[in-house]
């Protein structure tokens, strides 16, 4: 009897492994890679529906979810930067205030880059990965900066100004302007 649960066993671990190969081998390349552009953030979704609109709708929403945590980790980090290099409460607040106004109305500027469909069982599998302009937003910011005269003052000294500073000249570049 011990013997009919290891065979039954090694032969679920099987069917289980391949089922999970044959899932791999249809994922498009491009999922598990992301590029690296700069002045881009990509993120990557994928979900599964018995319709292929509703699987590509959610795993648009997936990436959108990741993506807004990826900003959000990027403005935390800015914020740190701010208040180690400037040393103000007050105008790290300000910074903060301002930073969190602007990204949250750029949070929803990304666009589908690429996307894939592929059957899996009776449902569809759909992968897709978004792109967000990161200089475009910090472009805004930038502008936004600049009427705040204490904040645009004490700011334009940080290093992390001349880091936006550079995002958004090749975002300049890349428009054109």
Known sequence: MKMYY???SV???LLFIGA????LNKMPKWFLNPPQKKGYIYAN????????QNALDEATDVAARRLSQTIESD?????????EEIKDIAV????D???????AASMNN????????????????????IEWNKGAAYDILMEKFEAEEELNQRFRKTELWKDMKKEVDAYRKRRGN
Request: proline share 2%.
């Open 11 to 13: 032969v679920l671990g």
């Open 20 to 23: 999970c190969a044959s899932t």
């Open 6 to 8: 290891k065979i039954t």
């Open 110 to 129: 990304w666009k589908v880059v690429k996307q894939d469909v592929v059957p899996e069982g009776s449902l569809y599998r759909a992968y897709v990965m």
């Open 75 to 83: 403005m935390e980090a800015n914020s740190k930067r701010v208040q």
């Open 97 to 103: 205030n301002v930073q969190s106004s602007v990204m």
């Open 92 to 95: 790290t607040d300000v910074y």
């Open 45 to 52: 979704g994928t979900e599964k529906g018995n319709e292929m």
